[in-house]
């Protein structure tokens, strides 16, 4: 479980986190909402260790992580898929999936057949080029890759942004499937309100660095979360 406890987090003089606080548990998913600018990749960067919190706690399976760097958060199982993808345009398919090996034990690098049951297009075009693969296709080869490493905890930063419907479906399936796993953890940042609403147990939709409105799937009111999203 992935706990991120008033967190405060700036870029010099700038504040882009004030006080936030959000949880992961297994088998849901945590989405955050709300405009650009908010602060909600700057959260995720704050999870992965991209960026250095001033203030606050993060803690992952009953362990502070705070100061721990990405390589080190990354093999005890936090997973990022970073909005843009961070494909490896002239590297094959293969190649791409394979960077998820770097913090593997020996014995684990091998692609699951998950990452293939849930995106066949991959498996279709291993010898293809990342750069030669269509921005739908990118995404799934970016979350082919997370999926790769294993994750306890998947970070997803807006999967659907610039994306076909159909694999937005796809991407909407294989969350399903993962979080119906039960062992995977999973934080959504998403501004495609009915995307999130259909996948999410948990939202926060976050304003100017701050969560201002959060709730549960049982409390939950797409109507309220827009206008939220709005003011």
Not at 64 to 81: M, N, Q
Not at 149 to 161: Q, V, Y
Not at 187 to 197: G, H, I
Request: glycine share 10%; proline share 5%; hydrophobic share 40%.
């Amino acid at each position: 479980m992935l706990k991120v406890d008033n967190i405060s987090l700036y870029y010099g003089a700038a504040q882009a986190l004030r006080g936030v606080t959000v949880s992961a548990e297994p088998g849901k998913v945590t989405c955050v909402l709300g405009r650009n600018g908010v602060g909600k990749t700057s959260l995720l960067r704050a999870m992965v260790g991209q960026q250095a919190i001033s203030g606050g706690s993060i803690t992952f399976d009953g362990q502070d992580i705070s100061t721990l760097k990405p390589y080190e958060r990354a093999r005890r199982g936090i997973s990022f898929v970073p909005q843009g993808r961070e494909i490896f345009p002239l590297l094959t398919v293969e190649e791409n999936l394979k960077t998820g090996y770097a913090p593997l034990a020996r014995a684990d690098r091998n692609i699951p057949s998950d990452v293939f049951s849930l995106f066949p297009v991959l498996k279709s075009m291993l010898g293809r080029r990342g750069g030669d693969l269509s921005g739908g296709q990118q995404q799934q080869l970016a979350i082919g890759r997370a999926l790769v490493m294993r994750p306890k905890l998947l970070l997803l930063d807006e999967p659907t942004e610039g994306i076909q419907p159909s694999i937005i479906k796809d991407i909407g399936r294989a969350i399903t499937y993962l979080r119906s796993l039960g062992s995977i953890s999973i934080v959504l940042v998403e501004q495609y309100l009915d995307f999130a609403c259909e996948l999410g147990d948990n939202f926060a939709v976050m304003d100017r660095g701050v969560v201002k409105f959060a709730c549960d799937r049982s409390t939950l009111d797409p109507a309220e979360i827009s206008r939220q999203m709005a003011l």
